[in-house]
């Protein structure tokens, strides 16, 4: 891995929720007046993708190959994800960085494929790169489309340009069939207000929660480009729901605020075990 590919994979890896194995604490708090439930079926903007509201993150502290999720075995991590869809969870999200691919193809191997969204990323930033991505990532899920791929941890104000290439190869995936809806991952707020503002990017998968940590800017900000993809009819999936760990002593406070912007269409968060993925159902109804 050279340098570049180090600070890419080191800054957008650090993780998509939980940031502790410990399971959540807190007694439900009293509950807002709109009514909210994990597996309520949403669909992610225009592109036609209907899922679950909450996705099953695969990439906490996710960089270089490896993630807390991944850590857990393949065995674990397949039967985690097997767990969230008996229970009605149909939104898998995986990337590159997190090497969880073929622990996402393990647990597609015991469900319908039909009735599961993959969510992947890549870290390519050329046509040739995501090219091959595209090949690679369909033989290590063991799928031959995907439903959603974006372009990951964009930083540059820039980026609709400069990666040009990248996207046409995605257009041209998802007029062949090997991809349903493409987009990105934004990783500052110059990178997020081009990504609100490009008529390319259909999924935007976009860092909030109610404290501002580990975020593109502050709420007030970040919900502004939120709007104004709300209002172009982009699908958008919110990460860092927890403040990567920071919230994990508060998570009713932090899935209340997620669920009351009426901005987001889904989110992921990545439970570490069982318990944890069973609570966040459970608190997401009672938020």
Known sequence: MNRRDFIIRTA????????????????????????FSATDTVEIGKTGIRTSRLAMGTGTFGFGGRSNQTSLG???????????YHSGLRLFDTGDAYGSHSHVAGALEHVPRD?????????????????????????????????????????????????????????????KGIIRAH?????????LRAAAQSPWVEVDL????????????????????????????????GMKILAQGDMRSRPDEALRY???????????????NKGEQNDLIRRIAAA
Request: overall charge negative; charged content about 25%; some cysteine.
């Open 115 to 175: 009735k599961v969204t993959v969510l992947t990323k890549t870290d390519s930033r050329d046509a040739v790169g995501v090219r091959a991505d595209l090949d690679r990532f369909r033989r290590e899920l063991g799928t031959d489309y995907i439903d959603i791929v974006l372009l990951h941890c964009l930083t540059e104000g820039d980026w609709t340009e400069r990666y040009k290439g990248a996207m046409d190869v995605l257009s041209e995936a998802r007029q």
């Open 183 to 191: 987009g990105c991952s934004c990783h500052t707020l110059e990178a």
């Open 258 to 272: 997620a669920l009351s912007l009426n901005l987001l269409d889904a989110f992921t968060i990545g439970a570490e």
């Open 12 to 35: 957008c890896g650090v993780g998509i929720a939980l940031g502790s194995r410990s399971s959540f604490a807190l007694d439900i708090t009293p509950a807002a007046t709109s009514k």
């Open 206 to 237: 976009v860092r909030i929660n109610p404290i501002g940590s580990h975020m593109d800017a502050g709420p007030s900000a970040v919900t502004g480009a939120l709007r104004e993809m709300r209002t172009a009819g982009k699908g958008i999936v």
């Open 74 to 84: 393949s065995k674990e991590l397949v039967n985690l994800l097997l767990n969230g």
